[in-house]
């Protein structure tokens, strides 16, 4: 499970820039360990595997509205800032379009960036829900809803952060099927900030011991429009620019913006 931050493409293509901070950050401060939590009720354990199930097998849903999955691996990402733009993932495969003629939509081709996967890719779609399906602290209260507790190693939120953070995530179901995830996380661990200004994004690191609420949406279960990937002979292969801001045709290219 990792952090999910807001629907902004200049944000989220920004993370792309950050491998270069320094591991000091992370190992100057105070480091959390948890116990294990309690397992629950074997029956309700149960009965909630069922429900994560039944909504891991749907043919397509919607995450947080912006996200449109299509088993087994097709992904429409859509964001409105700073333009409308789909972005189609295949795997852990990008495509992005960059030109349109007469005879159709090029696209351009590369590898998902491990550094975005979690915020737009198929970890952000799937990996909430496989999270939970591996889980046996679980609590179920009078309306069908759920709490899971569960212990995590600090460096699934960030890779550099050592020691432990305690989740507590609250699962309500429609149907039979998840509507959405409320996850708070404890322990220290290290966050980033972004903010935008003059068309530039600053980035902030805190290390904090709890983290706010953070809420992930399911929804239009089987109701998507079918997705399909561009052919390979609409694709180019390019380069993602540091800072997530374009593409380059060539690795030394010029950079050109989305």
């Known amino acids: 499970m990792r952090r999910w931050i807001p629907q902004s493409l200049v944000a ?12 000091s950050l992370h190992t100057s401060e105070r480091i959390s360990y948890f116990s294990t939590p309690v397992p629950g009720n074997p029956t ?3 009965i909630f595997r069922t429900v994560v199930q039944h909504t891991m097998v749907e043919p397509s849903f919607n995450v947080d509205g912006f996200i449109d999955y299509q088993a087994p691996d ?10 409308s733009l789909d972005v189609i993932l295949r795997g852990h495969e990008i495509y ?5 003629t007469t005879t159709g939509t090029w696209w351009g081709r590369s590898p998902l960036p491990s550094a975005v996967d979690p915020y737009f890719g198929p970890d952000k779609a799937l990996g909430l829900l496989q999270t939970l399906l591996h889980s046996d602290s679980v609590v179920r209260d009078a309306n069908g809803n759920f709490t899971v507790t569960t212990v995590m190693s600090a460096n699934s939120v960030d890779s550099w952060d050592p020691g432990q953070i305690l989740a507590t995530l609250t699962v309500n179901v429609n149907d039979d099927l998840i509507s959405s995830v409320v996850t708070t996380l404890r322990g220290w661990l290290t966050i980033r900030v972004l903010s935008v200004s003059q068309g530039k994004v600053h980035v902030k690191w805190e290390r904090v011991s709890k983290d706010p609420a953070l809420t992930s949406t399911f929804g239009d279960y089987g109701q998507v429009s079918a997705i399909t990937a561009p052919l390979l002979s609409q694709t180019v292969p390019v380069n993602l620019c540091d800072g997530g801001y374009g593409y380059k045709v060539q690795a ?3 950079c050109i913006d989305f």
Request: cysteine-free; charged content about 10%.
């Open 74 to 83: 097709l992904f429409r990402v859509h964001f409105d800032f700073p333009s």
């Open 44 to 46: 309700v354990v149960k």
């Open 12 to 23: 989220v293509m920004t993370l792309l820039a950050l491998v270069s901070v320094g591991l």
């Open 252 to 254: 030394r290219g010029h």
């Open 96 to 100: 992005v379009p960059i030109a349109s």
